[in-house]
Structure formats: C-alpha cells, structure tokens
Nanobody
C-alpha cells in the first residue's frame, strides 16, 4: 500500500511559476512510474507529466512541454511538478498518481494508476 499527499497549489497570476509536491509513503517511489494529472473545470482528468521508475525517462503532454518539469527526490521519497509560464488554462486540480506496473511507459489512462493523492487546486488568473 502507498499513500500520496499533494501540496503546493494556490492562486497565481498568468506567467507565474509554482511547484507542486507529492509526498509518497508506504513504498519507495522507485517501485512506481509516477504521474501528474490535471483536471480542468468541467473536463476529464488528463495526464500532464510522468516519470519512469528509474528516473531515466519522462513524458509531457503537448500543452505543458517546455513549461512543466517532473522530478523526484529519492531521499525524501517525493515527486515534484515545477510549473512555469502558467496560463489560465492550467487552472484545475492536479493529482499525483503511482503506477505499479513498470513494463509500459508512459501510461496515460487514469485506470493504469494504482494509487492517487487527494489533489491540489491551482488557479491561474489572467
């Protein structure tokens, strides 16, 4: 079992930066492919970034490429999402997720992920 807790969301202005954190307990993050999902108001949840269990590959959705960076801290067992040049369309709930099936990457469907955090709200004002 693993527990995921996100933090770092808030209200920012367009063009600002924000770093989200995901604290993982119960298992080492090296046993998961990790993902960050975004759910905009009234829309389905979509993956925006993913990091392979060994840290050697990452993935970004087209809308965030060049602006968002996923990273991790093995000592703290945490995963981060650094968001820059934020836009109003980045508004929504961001959730951290862990995928215990390591043989495929990236997995983009919600159903591929085994553990989820509660989400953190990001609001970007224009």
């Amino acid at each position: 079992q693993a527990q995921l807790v996100e933090s770092g969301g808030g209200l920012v202005q367009a063009g600002d930066s924000l770093r989200l954190s995901c604290a993982v307990s119960g298992r080492q993050i090296t046993t998961f492919n990790m993902g960050w999902f975004h759910q905009a108001p009234g829309k389905e949840r979509k993956i925006v970034a993913a990091l392979m269990w060994n840290g050697k590959n990452d993935y970004y959705g087209d809308s965030v490429k060049g602006r968002f960076t996923i990273s991790r801290d093995l000592v703290r067992n945490m995963v981060y999402l650094q968001m820059t040049s934020l836009r109003s369309e980045d508004t929504g709930v961001y959730s951290c997720a862990a995928d215990a099936y390591l043989l495929t990457f990236p997995d983009s469907r919600e159903s591929d992920y085994d553990y989820w955090g509660q989400g953190t709200q990001v609001t970007v004002s224009s």
